[in-house]
Every structure is written in structure tokens, then in C-alpha cells.
């Protein structure tokens, strides 16, 4: 399906950054086994987005935040990279997003929360970030 062009990386036209897996290029190429393995344990780096599987005791999604906002799932990923988090990639599973492709296109709607979550970001949320779990070089919000 991404040799045909059925299916994309996940937000490869608004955003490939923060959704592009680490070892994108060899994990697409890796032989197919049956079962689930750890194909790369990666660290959250840049603005990448880990999509994961975690529990009550990881840092917390900032609910002050919406995806409407753009960037709600940085202040996550922020703390997750202070805390030296490991992303174990798998080797033959992948994520299905429906309703299907997105491409950007300019909204003043969301351009204005997008503004307010920055504010947000920038005036609340990191600040308190960094009094909870500190900093890191090469952790950015």
C-alpha cells in the first residue's frame, strides 16, 4: 500500500516531522516474520510524535490542549524526552488513521487556536513542565 500510494506515513503532508519513525527507511525494507518484535528502540527526539501504548504512571496528555491547537501532543512527548524515555518501534505492526489523507490547507478557525494553544504552551504548560521533570539538551517542545 505505500509502494501504490493507498497509504502514506501519517500526516506526510502536514507535518512529516512529527510523525516520521525513526528507521523509517530500514523498517520498511526489514524481512516480514510471523509475530511482533522490537525492530529499534528509539528516544523521542525534535518534534516527533510517538504514537504508544503507556500507562497511568507516564507524564500525562495536557487536556488544556486539543488537536484542533496543533502541537497537543508536544508538551507529552517534551516530558517523555526528559525522562529518557525508550520508544520500542515493532518490526510488522503499523496504525491506521481513517478518515483518509490529510493535506494542509490555510483555516483561519484553526489558525486562531492554533495561536491560543501556543500561548498556552509557551505561557503554562512548559513553564510547568520544567518544574516537574526538569530539562534535557535536545528536548523541545
Known amino acids: ?3 501504490n500510494g493507498t497509504a502514506i506515513p501519517f500526516h506526510k503532508h ?3 516531522d512529527c510523525h ?3 528507521k523509517h ?3 520498511l525494507k526489514a ?3 510471523p509475530g511482533l518484535h522490537v525492530f529499534h528502540i528509539a528516544k523521542r527526539k525534535g518534534r516527533w510524535e510517538p504514537i504508544f501504548i503507556g500507562t497511568n504512571r507516564d507524564p500525562y496528555y495536557d487536556e488544556r490542549l486539543s ?3 496543533r502541537s497537543d501532543k508536544m508538551t507529552q512527548g517534551y516530558a517523555l524526552c526528559v525522562l529518557d524515555y525508550e520508544f520500542q518501534i515493532l518490526d510488522n505492526a503499523f496504525l491506521v488513521h481513517k478518515p483518509g489523507i490529510k493535506r494542509y490547507k490555510q483555516d483561519r478557525s484553526r489558525a486562531i487556536i ?3 494553544t501556543q500561548s498556552i504552551i509557551k505561557h503554562y504548560s512548559y513553564p510547568e513542565l520544567k518544574v516537574f521533570y526538569g530539562t534535557r539538551k535536545g528536548c523541545i517542545v
Open 1 to 3: 500500500m505505500l509502494e
Open 14 to 16: 502536514v507535518c512529516p
Open 25 to 27: 527507511k530500514e523498517w
Open 114 to 116: 492554533s495561536s491560543k
Open 31 to 33: 524481512p516480514i516474520v
Open 67 to 69: 488537536w484542533e491547537g
Open 20 to 22: 516520521s519513525i525513526p
